[in-house]
């Protein structure tokens, strides 16, 4: 009985994740692909669970679908209509490599998994009740890992500063535009 | 474990990378490009983590974790450029922004 | 004996270094002060060792100091060691008397050069050269000293280096010096693999065991170096070009003590010379030939400081026969009074030019007898001596060699004892033709234009400098007269303790010596006479047949010669090889590296196309290409 709910809970997660992964990338209007991937961000969660994962799970609603996604919400209203850009575009011999690309990647995706991996996916592990939960990986963070999860931190301070420079208004630019303003007015005064 | 086997979470996952690579390679829109990336991402997360089931080791999972982190700052840097861009009334057209032509 | 001996060489060198470090720190004339007072320093000290070496017994006065090992490969030890003994010390008090009196006359002479520091410090730096190849104890530091010669002698050559002239002249003695050098070095290497040393000590006593072959090898190469250094045929085309530089470094240089090195080194290493007799007697032949060879082109040279140039290259011939025959100590005493004298005549040639603000031209000069007093009295002085006139220095010591070369016997010492009274004769012609042309007759226009003698004949430390050499001139011979006593040779004796009683292998006997000196007495005298009905009355020239007068002026077409030879060969590879290899090959592989590079990255650019999607996909067909080897491959 179990088990036949799991495979309900997957089909559906799953669908719903290959669904909303086709709609990101499919709609025209940017805000429409934001919340598709909200979607997506929401069925992985389901996932995730389903694999025992339940901190990585709560960290993804969280983090991705709580603050990232929140974040690209922010621009696209901000943006607004200068969003709207048309599918393609470009060389057609562009379009025709990229999808051979993207399904020769699948293809090979497929073939390590069935063909190369023999029997030995279907071997799984025992897991204890503790498998996946906060303690056991705050304690590889800070043992095993603590060099990736400084590095980690790093990296996000260094987007944070970029984030800032990137946004921050070039007020010498500015100041500059208002002289030159002012000097003209000025002179047009005088004349 | 119930429910389907790892090979079925990794078929997800590699259609979703797929998909998400499909997206980068033929929109025009920056902001569509960044969202594809993001699935792309996620894909590579759930192989990540079905991985780590599979093998009852949870360092996938922290990988997963510092993966989360790391596109969190990536789309941070991009929706900044995207930004600036706007602001200087750039066309937001991934073709038109060809400044580092060598 | 030791301590004032290393005190002596390394004054000079502090001299040097002070004069370097301080620059213009110092005054000019104090410049002048601390170079001389540097070579005086270096004199006492020599004196001192002199007095030392005197105080001990004949057989005792051989000293080496090693100041530490320089040197280890393998078996082979070179350290940083002098040779004090009573040849070294001989000429230490030669080089740093006659140099401190030359150093000294230079401060009057360069007084208004403005780059007079830069000499002052080259001449104690030639000093200090000099001594390291006089006193060094193995045949390394005697290299360094040779090659440190041979250096200073080309700054100081090229010392007026806005001239191109003796720039070329400086490049063609230190070339000269060089192909000599080479030789020199070869001899080293055999020495090293036949004997394994190159301690002085250590060689001469295994001197005996070395093979004809390569004693005679070895022999030739240390020929080759002394030829080169002395000027002596064929490598002396550079002395009379020489010339360019200054008086003072034509005096102390090329007239007193770096010319001299070859003999030095000949009787320095007289047991390998002695190996090979056949190169020792070659040695000889050579002194012989450029004796006459420079008698004969000294006939017609206009130029007051060439005619004495090639006189001193000719009374190096008689050095050379005198050690090729085995009379050491003659060769250094006429070493010790060809010194005095010849610095006496350059330097007094130096007043004169330096009265005629810079003319060396003879043709220009004449009746300086009554303008110049003081200098015509040196100059007749040094002449006499360098004729060989009694009592005078050069008396006993030019007929001393001649002697000896007669008491040598044989075809060669018949052939050497008549080259040598020719020379005399030629000697007599050559001189009194200078010193007719210069000082008799009526002033030419050109003088009267150019001397200034308002502040008498020149500055004191000029006049002062050539009257001391002027006196030791006459009686430097005193030291040793043939027969009837002989300090000097019993001095040099002991050097390199031989089985022989005495040092020189011939002696002459007292009628040979009376019977020889009354010859060259009268060929002299016979030279100044002929001197005299040529040039005496003021007549200028000589009318002689033509093909001979070019001969002589071209100095036998030597240079002629050697250009063809060497240079011009030489300087043709040298073009072809810069059009060649130079320009397409060296300079064009950097050039096309830089071109290949630019094309490279201009082709590569063309990938450049700044579409974001294209970059993307070449990223993921990457990816997919790569995914697809490993997959593959495993």
Not at chain 3, 306 to 327: C, D, E, L, N, P
């Amino acid at each position: 009985m179990a088990n036949f709910v799991v495979w309900v809970v997957w089909l559906a997660a799953g669908l719903a994740c290959l669904g909303s992964g086709v709609a990101v990338v499919s709609f025209t209007n940017p805000f429409f692909s934001a919340l598709a991937l909200i979607a997506n961000l929401g069925s992985l969660a389901v996932l995730y669970l389903l694999l025992a994962a339940e901190f990585v799970a709560a960290a993804q609603v969280l983090v991705y679908a709580g603050a990232v996604m929140v974040m690209f919400l922010f621009v696209i209203a901000y943006l607004g209509g200068q969003a709207d850009a048309p599918w393609a575009g470009g060389p057609t011999w562009q379009r025709w490599a990229a999808v051979i690309a993207a399904g020769a990647l699948l293809l090979e995706i497929v073939m390590v998994i069935g063909f190369k991996a023999g029997g030995r996916l279907s071997d799984e592990a025992d897991i204890t009740e503790a498998f996946g939960s906060p303690a056991q990986l705050g304690r590889l963070f800070l043992t095993d890992h603590l060099l990736a999860f400084e590095i980690t931190s790093f990296v996000l301070l260094i987007a944070a500063i970029g984030g800032v420079i990137l946004g921050a208004h070039s007020r010498r630019a500015d100041q500059v535009k208002e002289v030159e303003a002012l000097q003209r007015a000025q002179e047009a005064a005088r004349v | 474990m119930r429910g389907p086997d790892v090979t079925w979470y990794l078929a997800v996952a590699g259609v979703l990378f797929a998909t998400g690579s499909l997206g980068v390679l033929l929109r025009r829109s920056p902001l569509i490009v960044l969202l594809s990336l993001e699935i792309m991402l996620n894909g590579a997360n759930l192989a990540l983590i079905a991985f780590a089931r599979q093998q009852g080791d949870a360092e996938g999972q922290i990988f997963a974790l510092a993966v989360m982190a790391v596109a969190a700052s990536e789309v941070v840097v991009g929706l900044g450029l995207i930004v600036a861009l706007a602001r200087r009334n750039v066309a937001l057209d991934v073709d038109k922004l060809t400044t580092l032509r060598g | 004996m030791v301590a004032p001996a290393w005190i002596c060489l390394l004054a000079p060198l502090a001299g040097a270094l002070a004069i370097t470090l301080l620059g213009r720190r110092i005054s000019r004339r104090l410049a002048g002060l601390l170079s001389t007072g540097s070579v005086a320093v270096a004199f006492a000290a020599a004196l001192l060792s002199f007095l030392a070496a005197l105080g001990r017994d004949p057989d005792d006065r051989e000293a080496t100091s090693t100041a530490w090992t320089w040197l280890s490969a393998g078996d082979l030890e070179i350290g940083l060691s002098i040779l004090v003994d009573p040849l070294s010390l001989v000429m230490m008090l030669v080089v740093t008397g006659v140099g401190a009196l030359i150093v000294a006359y230079s401060i009057g002479y360069m007084h208004d050069d403005p780059e007079e520091r830069r000499f002052f410090a080259y001449m104690a730096l030639f000093v200090f050269s000099m001594l390291t190849l006089v006193l060094a104890g193995n045949f390394l530091i005697l290299l360094v000293g040779w090659g440190l010669v041979g250096l200073a002698s080309y700054l100081l050559i090229g010392f007026h280096h806005e001239r191109t002239s003796a720039v070329a002249a400086a490049k063609k003695a230190f070339i000269m010096n060089a192909v000599g050098d080479a030789a020199f070095v070869l001899a080293f290497f055999l020495l090293i693999v036949e004997t394994g040393t190159l301690d002085y000590a250590g060689v001469f006593g295994r001197a005996d065991e070395l093979s004809g072959t390569v004693a005679t090898l070895v022999a030739l190469g240390l020929l080759g170096g002394a030829v080169a250094k002395s000027a002596q045929i064929p490598l002396h085309t550079w002395l009379p070009d020489a010339m360019e530089g200054p008086t003072p470094v034509s005096a102390l240089i090329h007239a007193a003590t770096m010319v001299t090195a070859g003999v030095y080194l000949v009787a320095r290493m007289h047991p390998l010379f002695e190996a090979a007799p056949s190169v020792q007697d070659l040695t000889a032949i050579l002194g012989a030939v450029t004796l006459l060879f420079a008698g004969l082109v000294a006939l017609v040279q206009t130029d007051i400081k060439r005619v004495i140039a090639y006189s001193t290259m000719s009374q190096i011939g008689y050095m050379f026969v005198a050690v090729g025959i085995g009379a050491y100590g003659n060769g250094m005493f006429h070493l010790m009074t060809h010194a005095f004298f010849k610095a006496l005549l350059f330097l007094a040639a130096g007043i004169v030019i330096h009265a005629l603000l810079g003319e060396q031209d003879m043709r220009q000069m004449g009746g300086l007898r009554r303008l110049l007093p003081r200098t015509w009295v040196f100059m007749l002085v040094g002449a006499l001596a360098l004729a060989g006139m009694p009592p005078l220095s050069g008396f006993f010591s030019k007929d001393a060699i001649i002697a000896s070369s007669l008491a040598a016997g044989g075809g060669l010492g018949y052939f050497l004892f008549a080259a040598g009274l020719a020379g005399a004769l030629l000697t007599g012609i050559y001189t009194f033709r200078l010193i007719f042309i210069v000082f008799g007759g009526e002033p030419s226009p050109s003088v009267r234009e150019r001397l200034h003698t308002e502040h008498g004949e020149g500055p004191v430390s000029m006049t002062a400098t050539v009257a001391v050499l002027g006196v030791l001139a006459v009686v430097g011979g005193a030291v040793q007269i043939a027969g009837i006593w002989h300090p000097f040779a019993d001095f040099l004796d002991p050097i390199v303790a031989l089985e022989r009683e005495h040092l020189a292998l011939v002696e002459p006997s007292v009628t040979e010596d009376w019977v020889t000196s009354a010859l060259a007495v009268g060929l002299g005298l016979a030279g100044i006479g002929i001197a005299w009905r040529l040039y005496g009355a003021g007549r200028r020239e000589v009318a002689a047949p033509r093909a001979v007068r070019h001969a002589l002026e071209h100095k036998l077409y030597f240079d002629e010669l050697y250009n063809g030879l060497f240079y011009w060969p030489a300087s043709g590879i040298a073009r072809a090889f810069r059009s060649l290899v130079e320009g397409p090959l060296i300079g064009g592989s950097v050039t096309g590296v830089s071109s290949g590079a630019r094309g490279l990255g201009r082709g590569v650019g063309h990938a450049q196309t700044g579409y974001l999607r294209t970059y993307a996909l070449a990223i993921a067909a990457g990816v997919a290409v790569l995914a697809l080897v490993f997959v593959s491959v495993r």
